[in-house]
């Protein structure tokens, strides 16, 4: 049983590269979430979904899109990457009902330059 | 968007000292939570608390619901190495699949 994996751990991008950062869960969890951890800003939301094929913007949706075509993958994508959007990237998931109890993957460490 | 504030921003203690951390809020949630980060990985849920006034404890941890719903409160007794990390506190309300979370607490133990 692995929880939550995210892919890739590490990547640097170069302004105005794209990418996409995947996150898999393996505990039929209803509900995923995307998050970015910046010094002294705790987490912030990016985008969230309660179920295969519906999403939701967050607290900081700008410049980021989501897609979850399948229940145990969460995939973000960076169309166009900016310097600003240098973070920590934590996926985490919860069962419908119980979003309060989020189980989080181990982080993308991006840097864009 | 909505915030909680977390005090104090870092502590630098010895090991064996007590531990006490709050976070309050501009707006009342129905939950509180208070996740623990290690370095390098993910947070992780500690405490989970339902019901205003309430106080729970898991282990060495102790954690209260305040009673106006605006804050919570954590403290950890008789601190260890593996102790060191980053607290966060969060709040949810009933019926929302999300989280706000604080800016965090960094716990640091001096030799």
């Known amino acids: 049983n692995a929880g939550v994996t995210q892919t890739p751990k590490f990547r640097v991008l170069k302004t105005g590269q794209s990418m996409t950062l995947l996150c898999a869960q393996d505990m039929n969890h209803e509900y995923m979430y995307w998050y970015r951890q910046d010094p002294g800003m705790g987490l912030r939301l990016i985008h969230y979904?309660?179920?295969?094929?519906t999403t939701a913007k967050g607290e900081v949706p700008d410049g980021y899109n989501v897609s979850r075509l399948k229940k145990q993958n969460f995939l973000l994508g960076l169309e166009s990457a900016a310097p600003s959007q240098t973070s920590v990237y934590f996926c985490?998931?919860?069962?419908w009902g119980k979003g309060y109890e989020q189980y989080f993957g181990p982080g993308t460490r991006l840097t864009v330059t | 968007g909505q915030q909680l504030n977390q005090s104090p921003q870092s502590m630098f203690i010895q090991e064996g000292e007590d531990v006490s951390m709050n976070c309050t809020s501009s707006s009342i949630f129905n939950t509180w939570l208070w996740y623990k980060q290690d370095p390098g990985e993910g947070p992780v849920l500690l405490i989970a608390l339902y019901k205003a006034g309430e106080l729970t404890s898991n282990g060495r941890l102790t954690a209260q619901f305040g009673i106006t719903r605006k804050d919570s409160f954590l403290n950890i007794s008789a601190s260890i190495p593996s102790d060191v990390g980053i607290y966060f506190c969060a709040g949810s309300n009933f019926g929302n699949e999300k989280l706000t979370f604080g800016t965090g607490t960094r716990l640091t133990i001096i030799p």
């Open positions: 979904s309660v179920g295969e094929g």
């Open positions: 985490a998931s919860s069962y």
